[in-house]
């Protein structure tokens, strides 16, 4: 199976549980699988964004990106988080290559707009190249993206675009081929009223969950990229799952660890 993994900056902040999710990703690959791994690095971006002195923007979670902050993005998410999972990755065991979007013009970013509101250098995939991801994984390694790119067109030449890793997960593992996206994130996937946890939901039972007040915060934008992931890939395995569950990888793909997102006639859910 290909297997887009998605982790979020979070996760890799502190040795013990990037070392965790490194070898879990070791053990998947031992069982035959081939990975994929795309990375944020929200907290990361904010540490030197503040040492620097720039202001924290967001509008509807995303984080708005003026030239200075494009930099910062650039520098922590190609640079810091990017490489020091590829080294965790290789010490794990893991042939892993670490790749931006302008390596091999992997894939390209197209502007994000939003009504009354200047976003600056965000963006959302918009051409992907997946020959250099095939011939890594082709030869045994395990691509590793920071979701930075370069523009197009009349945004060529700018500075690197900001893509929001969740959201850049679903048409990048449409683009990869891949046969199941995992979220790897904080929670054990999501929850019903009662704190218990959902095992696969609609996009109806999500947008029940959205105007019932039950699915909220932090969970609304989680729940946005699976719903994407889903758009894009509706015949792939889509979840949300434990990071910090030991063998993390192969523990979401069991089915009753995490929540699946599925289309009605493929739904388990009442």
């Given at each position: 199976m290909r297997i887009l993994v998605k982790i979020g900056g979070a996760q890799l902040e502190e040795a013990a549980p990037r070392t965790q999710l490194c070898q879990a990703i070791a053990a998947a690959r031992a069982e035959g699988h081939e990975l994929i791994v795309v990375h944020g690095g929200g907290n990361q971006i904010?540490?030197?964004?503040?040492?620097?002195?720039?202001?924290d923007r967001y509008h509807e979670g995303l984080r708005i990106t003026d030239a200075r902050t494009a930099e910062v993005v650039l520098l922590v998410l190609g640079g810091q988080v990017n490489r020091t999972l590829v080294a965790a990755l290789q010490h794990a065991g893991v042939q892993a290559a670490g790749l931006s979007g302008?390596?091999?013009?992997?894939?390209?970013?197209?502007?994000?707009?939003?009504?009354?509101?200047?976003?600056?250098f965000v963006g959302s995939v918009d051409r992907v190249d997946p020959r250099l991801?095939?011939?890594?994984?082709?030869?045994?390694y395990t691509p590793v993206l920071a979701t930075v790119a370069p523009g197009t067109g009349a945004d060529a030449g700018q500075p690197f675009f900001n893509l929001n890793a969740d959201l850049a997960a679903g048409p990048l593992c449409r683009a990869l081929r891949c046969d199941a996206i995992l979220f790897l994130t904080d929670v054990p996937g999501v929850l019903d009223a009662g704190r218990q946890l959902l095992p696969s939901l609609t996009p109806a039972d999500?947008?029940?969950?959205v105007r019932d007040g039950v699915a909220t915060g932090g969970m609304l934008p989680k729940l946005d990229a699976a719903l994407t992931a889903l758009r894009d890939n509706p015949t792939a395995l889509v979840k949300i799952a434990p990071a910090k569950a030991p063998d993390a990888v192969r523990h979401a793909l069991r089915q009753d660890v995490g929540t699946?997102?599925?289309n009605p006639?493929?739904?388990t859910h009442g």
């Open positions: 904010r540490t030197l964004g503040k040492a620097l002195g720039i202001e302008a390596d091999g013009g992997t894939f390209s970013a197209a502007r994000m707009t939003r009504p009354g509101v200047d976003l600056g991801c095939h011939a890594l994984l082709a030869a045994g999500c947008a029940r969950l699946r997102f599925c006639e493929a739904s």
